[in-house]
């Protein structure tokens, strides 16, 4: 059914005096207008003064609605301005992580290099070779660890000299026969080396294990301890081992000290370097 032409409010009351208010506004707001036309017409400053007054009257309503407006449309920005940091901070991460690795191979490279540097002034300043001898035998199941040389004091090898590859430190020698040495190796219980730290030059005591590992142990208290990566070499101390030959790297942290592993495994190599202990013993006296 189609409805009425005409809408009349019915029998409600608040609806019809709704609309009687709604046409006296109407016809207010029309009155107005009006008057303000006439006003602007005629007299032009009147109503410009009057519209200067209306502006300060809705200035403060104006102010808010505006700021209202700037902090709506200003959310999709912050939102947006929030992703950019964390995409940001995501790539600066990523930049930390790869300088990261570029400082560990910087320092690894500034270990090598100085190892180097090491091996090149040992071989300056060598105490004098012995003999080059084949490494017969290592023990390598039993808690001591020991290697035999096929050269004796018929080779001018004697007890307590050096004996190393060419990457470091083997151990010294035990025991000596007529063409055969038993060699205390590094890795053995009472194997004991002083060593220095060659990044700043802190002294320390490796002792072995029994295994293929060493233990290091800070000479002073007030170290703070050694870091994974740090090459020991020896210090001289003691005159035995020439200073500045490379014994081992940390290779992890414990309690009393660190963990290492040695530059040279007596049972991957041949030969071996018997040298002059660097301080000599002096010859006994004649009675």
Same mark, same amino acid.
């Given at each position: 059914?189609?409805?009425?032409?005409?809408?009349?409010?019915?029998?409600?009351?608040?609806?019809?005096?709704?609309?009687?208010?709604?046409?006296?506004?109407?016809?207010?707001?029309?009155?107005?207008?009006?008057?303000?036309?006439?006003?602007?017409?005629?007299?032009?400053?009147?109503?410009?003064?009057?519209?200067?007054?209306?502006?300060?009257? %809705?200035?403060?309503?104006?102010?808010?609605?505006?700021?209202?407006?700037?902090?709506?449309?200003?959310?999709?920005?912050?939102?947006?301005?929030?992703?950019?940091?964390?995409?940001?901070?995501?790539?600066?991460?990523?930049?930390?992580?790869?300088?990261?690795?570029?400082?560990?191979?910087?320092?690894?490279?500034?270990?090598?290099?100085?190892?180097?540097?090491?091996?090149?002034?040992?071989?300056?300043?060598?105490?004098?070779?012995?003999?080059?001898?084949?490494?017969?035998?290592?023990?390598?199941?039993?808690?001591?660890?020991?290697?035999?040389?096929?050269?004796?004091?018929?080779?001018?090898?004697?007890?307590?000299?050096?004996?190393?590859?060419?990457?470091?430190?083997?151990?010294?020698?035990?025991?000596?026969?007529?063409? %055969?040495?038993?060699?205390?190796?590094?890795?053995?219980?009472?194997?004991?080396?002083?060593?220095?730290?060659?990044?700043?030059?802190?002294?320390?005591?490796?002792?072995?294990?029994?295994?293929?590992?060493?233990?290091?142990?800070?000479?002073?208290?007030?170290?703070?301890?050694?870091?994974?990566?740090?090459?020991?070499?020896?210090?001289?101390?003691?005159?035995?081992?020439?200073?500045?030959?490379?014994?081992?790297?940390?290779?992890?942290?414990?309690?009393?000290?660190?963990?290492?592993?040695?530059?040279?495994?007596?049972?991957?190599?041949?030969?071996?370097?018997?040298?002059?202990?660097?301080?000599?013993?002096?010859?006994?006296?004649?009675?």
């Amino acid at each position: 059914m189609a409805p009425p032409r005409t809408r009349r409010p019915g029998f409600s009351r608040r609806a019809q005096y709704g609309l009687f208010f709604g046409y006296v506004v109407a016809a207010l707001c029309a009155l107005v207008g009006g008057v303000l036309l006439i006003i602007s017409t005629i007299n032009p400053p009147a109503f410009a003064a009057l519209r200067a007054g209306v502006a300060e009257a %809705t200035a403060p309503l104006s102010s808010a609605v505006a700021s209202v407006d700037r902090g709506i449309a200003a959310v999709p920005q912050a939102i947006g301005h929030y992703f950019g940091v964390i995409h940001e901070n995501a790539v600066l991460r990523r930049q930390l992580a790869q300088q990261h690795r570029l400082l560990m191979r910087a320092r690894t490279l500034s270990y090598d290099n100085s190892r180097l540097k090491h091996l090149l002034a040992l071989r300056d300043r060598s105490t004098g070779t012995i003999t080059v001898a084949r490494l017969i035998s290592s023990s390598a199941s039993s808690t001591r660890r020991f290697a035999l040389l096929n050269a004796g004091w018929r080779q001018g090898v004697r007890e307590g000299q050096p004996v190393g590859g060419p990457d470091g430190v083997i151990g010294r020698v035990l025991e000596t026969g007529p063409d %055969t040495a038993r060699v205390l190796l590094l890795s053995d219980p009472e194997s004991v080396v002083p060593v220095k730290r060659t990044r700043d030059g802190v002294p320390g005591i490796v002792n072995g294990r029994g295994d293929n590992t060493l233990e290091v142990h800070p000479v002073s208290l007030a170290d703070p301890g050694f870091k994974i990566g740090d090459v020991l070499v020896t210090s001289g101390t003691g005159g035995l081992y020439p200073p500045g030959i490379p014994v081992a790297r940390v290779i992890s942290r414990n309690r009393d000290g660190a963990l290492a592993t040695a530059f040279e495994q007596p049972d991957t190599l041949d030969y071996a370097l018997v040298e002059q202990a660097f301080f000599r013993s002096p010859p006994p006296s004649a009675p």
